[in-house]
């Protein structure tokens, strides 16, 4: 709750606050919506419907975190000696994924950054260095920044 406490302190938009009457039954309700009533209500029909994206701005300081979300994909990686006296050579196939402004996400080849130290491309020949998987890295709303990695 103080963790809590501190981001509502430091937003922007401070969050309403949840009542505190222990009694108060939760409220749940069923919905259900068909194809036909959105087509009607964005008054397509048949084949022709495309839902309408949804613009989202996250342009505000409320929504840093989102946009401090980095999906490192190691395709193949690969430090090795391909014949007994010759060079070592590197092989990196890797795409960055990351939220723009609108919620979008996208993928690059050209990392925003240099590569964090936390993912493991080793650059020595003997052994060989091998690897694949994916991280993503954030940093929290107190400036704490964190890394989960998958290997596969």
Avoid at 75 to 102: F, I, K, M, N, Q
Avoid at 118 to 131: A, M, Q
Wanted: hydrophobic content about 35%.
């Amino acid at each position: 709750m103080e963790r809590l406490e501190a981001i509502k302190r430091s937003s922007a938009n401070p969050i309403p606050e949840l009542p505190s009457d222990d009694t108060t039954e939760p409220l749940l309700v069923d919905v259900a919506i068909s194809t036909e009533a959105i087509q009607a209500f964005h008054g397509q029909s048949g084949d022709s419907f495309q839902a309408t994206p949804i613009s989202v701005d996250l342009s505000s300081p409320d929504f840093d975190v989102v946009r401090s979300i980095r999906v490192w994909d190691v395709r193949h990686y690969s430090y090795r000696r391909h014949s007994r006296e010759g060079d070592c050579e590197r092989s990196l196939d890797l795409v960055v994924g990351s939220y723009g402004d609108h919620a979008s996400f996208q993928w690059s080849d050209h990392a925003p950054a240099p590569i964090p130290a936390w993912l493991p491309l080793g650059n020595r020949c003997e052994p060989p260095s091998y690897f694949r998987g994916v991280g993503v890295e954030w940093t929290d709303t107190f400036g704490f920044s964190d890394y989960e990695l998958i290997r596969y």
